[in-house]
C-alpha cells in the first residue's frame, strides 16, 4: 500500500480521496482552508447531473463520462434527486428551442398538460418543453460534506499543510494549480441564492435565453439556486449588478413568483478550464500528478476523473483524459 | 484585399471572438477560415487576469477591440482607452448601443465618441446604420472605415436593407466598408461582398453554429466569392430571358 498527498479538497479533491481510499490506497487531503467552503469554486455550483442538457454545448465526453456521475454520487454521498430536467422558452424565444432539441437527445417533447403534472406551478406559463427525465441535480455543499464524512469515517481528515514525506502527491488545486499549469484559465461565474416559498419547483428548470439562459435548482425548503454567468475573466468574489439584473429578470420571466423571493446569497468565482474546456490528468515536471481544468462540470465529472486517475495509478495506462506536454511525448 | 487605416489584411473575413464552445474550437474556427481581424469585447472579459486576451493575441489574425455593451459616450471612450493599454493597440471598433432590444447604434453619441476618440489618437471602426449623413458625419469626425449593419447584431437576418448599403457604397466609393453584424449564412457574406464591401464582420452565426469550424470555413469561402464576383463585373439582372446560344441564324430549326 503506497501512500498519497491530494492536493486541495474541492469537489474533485474529496472524488479523488474517496476513489484512492476506496481502492485500500493511504490517502492525506490537505487543504489550507481545512475542507470545502467559499474560498473554492465547488461551493458555488449549481449541482446539475445533466449530461444531455450539456451536450447542447459540450463536447462527446461530457456526455458519456457525465452519466455515470449520477449513480457514483448515489453511492458516495447520497442525497442525488432523480428527477429530470425541464428545458423551457419564452414565446419570443421559440427558436432556442428548436435549436436546443436539434443539438441534444434524450428528452421528449411535452406540452401544456405534461408540464403541468410535472411542475404544477408553471402550469400555463409554457405549452411546450423538453423533458431530460434520467438527469438528476444534487446540493453541492451537502454532497462535499458527505463525502468528507465519510472520508473521515476511514479516518481521512484534512490537514493544513502536506506531511513530510508526503508521497505521491496529486495535485486537484482547481485555478490555484495555475503556477503549474500554464494554460489554465478562470471562467467567471455568478449565483445567487433565493428563498421563495411561493414558488414550488421540484427539478432543474432552465430557461433558454439568447443573450441570458438561466437555471433554477431547488434545494428544497423553498431554497433555490439561480445561475449562471459565464465570462471570460478569472476575477473572483463580488457579484456585479448586471449579473443580479439579467438573472433576476429571468427568473421573473420564468415565473413572477420569483419577484418575491428573499436573496440569500450572492456568489461568485472562476471556474478553472484548459483550453478545449476539456479535464485534463496528467504529470507535472515535479513528478506530481494532477487532475483539473473541470471548467463548469465540476460534480458532473469530477467522479469520471477521479476513476481514470485512480485506475493510471493501478495500472499505469494512460486514461482518455491523459495529457501529455510536447516533452512528455 | 481590405485596407483599413494603411494596413493591408489578408482576408475580407473578420470574426468575433464571443460564445464559441472553447477557446479551442474559437483557434481552430481562425484557423479553417483565415480570418485576417479578430474582434474582442473588452467590457466583460476585463477585471481579471487577461488569460482570455493572451488566447486572443495567439490566433494569428490583427486585434480590433470593440467596445460592445457600452451606451454612452463618456463608457465607450473608457472602454477604448482601457483597451488601447492591455492590448497596445490604436484600433477601436465603437459600438455605442442605443436601443437595448435590437442593440442598434445610438448614432448621436456615436458621431460623438468618434470624434473625441480620433482627437485622442484612436484608428476608430465605427459600428453605425447605413444612413448617408450619418455616414458623412462619421467621417467628418476622423474615421476612415465605416461598419453598417446589415440586421441586429445576432439576429443572423442578413442584409435588411441591401438598397441603403448598395447606396452607401455608391456615396463613398473611397471608403473602406465592412458589413457588421445580422449575418446569419454565407450566402448574406456573399451578398455582402458583391454589393462591393471590402469585408465582413460576424460572430455568432459562427460561434452558435453546431459545427463552428466548418461554418467559419463556410464564411471565409463565401467571402471571397463575392469579392471575386464583384471584381468580375456581374451581369445585370433582366427580365426577357436571353438565351446562351443565339437561336437566330442557326443551320437547324427544331
Known amino acids: ?329 | 484585399m481590405p485596407v483599413f487605416y494603411g494596413k493591408h489584411i489578408a482576408s475580407p473575413l473578420m470574426l468575433g471572438t464571443a460564445q464559441y464552445p472553447s477557446p479551442a474550437i474559437l483557434a481552430d474556427a481562425f484557423r479553417a477560415s483565415n480570418a485576417g481581424i479578430a474582434t474582442v469585447s473588452l467590457r466583460r472579459e476585463a477585471g481579471g487576469g487577461q488569460d482570455f486576451l493572451r488566447l486572443i493575441e495567439g490566433l494569428g489574425a490583427a486585434i480590433l477591440p470593440n467596445t460592445a455593451g457600452c451606451h454612452s459616450v463618456k463608457e465607450a471612450v473608457t472602454t477604448a482607452q482601457m483597451a488601447r493599454e492591455l492590448l497596445g493597440t490604436d484600433w477601436i471598433k465603437l459600438e455605442v448601443i442605443g436601443h437595448s432590444d435590437l442593440l442598434s447604434p445610438d448614432v448621436f453619441a456615436l458621431v460623438e465618441a468618434a470624434a473625441e476618440l480620433t482627437a485622442q489618437g484612436f484608428k476608430v471602426f465605427p459600428y453605425c446604420t447605413e444612413d448617408l449623413s450619418v455616414a458623412e458625419r462619421l467621417l467628418r469626425a476622423g474615421c476612415e472605415v465605416l461598419m453598417p449593419w446589415g440586421a441586429p447584431i445576432g439576429s443572423g437576418l442578413g442584409l435588411n436593407n441591401p438598397h441603403g448599403l448598395r447606396a452607401l457604397r455608391a456615396a463613398f466609393p473611397e471608403v473602406p466598408l465592412v458589413v457588421d453584424a445580422g449575418i446569419g449564412r454565407p450566402s448574406h457574406a456573399a451578398s455582402a461582398m458583391e454589393l462591393g464591401y471590402d469585408a465582413v464582420l460576424l460572430n455568432t452565426a459562427v460561434a452558435k453554429a453546431g459545427d463552428p469550424v466548418a461554418m467559419a470555413r463556410a464564411m471565409a469561402q463565401a467571402a471571397d466569392a463575392g469579392r471575386a464576383a464583384y471584381l468580375a463585373d456581374p451581369i445585370e439582372p433582366r427580365e426577357m430571358a436571353a438565351p446562351s446560344t443565339p437561336v437566330i441564324g442557326k443551320a437547324f430549326l427544331q
Request: aromatic residues 6%; negative net charge.
Open chain 1, 1 to 329: 500500500m503506497s501512500g498519497f498527498t491530494i492536493l486541495g479538497a474541492g469537489v474533485l479533491g474529496l472524488c479523488v480521496a474517496t476513489e484512492l481510499a476506496g481502492r485500500g490506497h493511504a490517502v492525506t487531503l490537505v487543504d489550507p482552508a481545512l475542507g470545502p467552503g467559499t474560498q473554492g469554486c465547488s461551493w458555488w455550483a449549481g449541482g446539475m447531473l445533466a449530461p444531455w442538457c450539456e451536450f447542447e454545448n459540450a463536447e462527446e465526453p461530457v456526455l458519456r463520462h457525465g452519466q455515470p456521475a449520477i449513480d457514483w454520487w448515489d453511492r458516495n454521498a447520497g442525497g442525488v434527486t432523480r428527477k429530470g430536467t425541464l428545458v423551457l422558452a419564452l414565446g419570443r424565444d421559440r427558436a432556442e428551442l428548436d435549436r436546443f432539441a436539434r443539438r441534444t437527445h434524450g428528452f421528449d417533447e411535452i406540452g401544456g398538460n405534461r408540464l403541468a403534472e410535472l411542475e404544477p406551478d408553471l402550469a400555463g406559463r409554457f405549452d411546450r418543453g423538453l423533458f431530460f427525465a434520467a438527469e438528476a441535480h444534487l446540493d453541492p455543499r451537502t454532497a462535499m460534506a458527505g463525502l468528507q464524512s465519510r472520508l473521515s469515517e476511514r479516518g481521512i481528515a484534512i490537514a493544513a499543510e502536506p506531511p513530510e514525506t508526503p508521497g505521491q502527491i496529486v495535485d486537484c488545486r482547481g485555478l490555484a494549480a495555475r503556477d503549474i499549469l500554464p494554460e489554465l484559465r478562470g471562467v467567471r461565474g455568478e449565483m445567487l441564492v433565493l428563498r421563495c416559498p411561493d414558488v414550488a419547483l421540484t427539478r432543474t428548470v432552465r430557461l433558454l435565453h439568447p443573450r441570458v439562459p438561466i437555471y433554477l435548482v431547488p434545494r428544497g425548503d423553498g431554497i433555490f439556486m439561480l445561475g449562471a454567468t459565464m465570462i471570460e475573466s478569472d476575477r473572483r468574489g463580488v457579484v456585479t449588478a448586471r449579473s443580479v439584473l439579467e438573472l433576476l429578470s429571468a427568473a421573473y420571466a420564468l415565473h413572477p413568483g420569483f419577484g418575491e423571493a428573499e436573496i440569500i446569497e450572492l456568489g461568485a468565482d472562476a471556474r478553472p478550464a484548459f483550453p478545449d474546456n476539456l479535464p485534463r490528468i496528467g504529470r507535472a515536471a515535479d513528478g506530481r500528478l494532477y487532475a483539473n481544468g473541470l471548467y463548469r462540470h465540476g460534480y458532473l465529472l469530477a467522479p469520471a476523473v477521479a476513476m481514470q486517475l485512480a485506475d493510471h495509478i493501478a495500472t499505469g495506462n494512460k486514461p482518455e483524459f491523459w495529457h501529455e506536454t510536447d516533452d512528455q511525448r
